[in-house]
């Protein structure tokens, strides 16, 4: 999300976008409009726990994020820290689509 608002801003500087494992959004979308619904519930859930705004990274976000019980879990549980819903809830701006008009554009999940 965070490049294609960066294309709208810069689309002149810009010769390639990469995306990699990203939302990629129309202009006043955000990621909660494309999450499904269970990942929208849990993530408000976490919010709402956090006093509204911040949520606390908990094993069931692991769970969502497909890892399983190995070192790599055990890598990242180590290094998660609170982070905002915003992240998740504030739509991007890209009114121009300037992202869409780059001559190449790459995407990989």
Known sequence: MI??????????????LVYVDAFVLEHGRSALDILPESTRNAFRKLAEEGGGLRMQPNDHLLDLWGLEEDSARAFIQKRLADFTIRCF????????????????????A
């Open 3 to 16: 490049i294609t608002g960066v294309a709208e801003r810069a689309r002149d500087r810009i010769a390639h």
């Open 89 to 108: 809830s504030q739509p991007v701006e890209a009114r121009s689509h300037a992202a869409h008009k780059l001559p190449v554009r790459t995407s990989r």
